[in-house]
């Protein structure tokens, strides 16, 4: 069993930045990749980046990439989810997700790909 809890959501202007985090606790966590996906009221919850725990494999939706940094590490079980150059359209409700690590690039990017979800965490963006 895997918990996740989100955190670091908030108000945020229009082009500026904001650091979403997910601690991670339970069993076989070293082993396993992290995601992140957003979901507007009324609408699918999408992919926005996943991330290995060692940190050396990344992946990004085309909305977010170079924009967004998804890291882990500075505290033992965290991902942090670095939001810089933030539009209107980021303005989502943000979800921490877990799934076993089978290797290669965590190129996962459907909901049903993870099997644990955090309760989320919402980013309103004031234009």
């Known amino acids: 069993q895997v918990q996740l809890v989100e955190s670091g959501g908030g108000l945020v202007q229009a082009g500026g930045s904001l650091r979403l985090s997910c601690a991670a606790s339970?069993?076989?966590?070293?082993?396993?990749?992290m995601g992140w996906f957003r979901q507007a009221p009324g609408k699918e919850r999408e992919f926005v980046a996943t991330?290995?725990?060692?940190?050396?494999?990344?992946y990004y939706a085309d909305s977010v990439k170079g924009r967004f940094t998804l890291s882990s590490g500075a505290i033992k079980h965290t991902a942090y989810l670095l939001m810089n150059s933030i539009k209107p359209t980021d303005a989502d409700v943000y979800y921490c997700a877990q799934r076993p690590d089978i290797g290669g690039v965590p190129q996962y990017v459907r909901v049903s790909d993870f099997s644990s979800w955090g309760p989320g965490t919402q980013v309103t963006v004031s234009s």
């Open positions: 339970g069993r076989a966590i070293s082993e396993s990749v």
């Open positions: 991330i290995n725990w060692s940190g050396s494999s990344t």
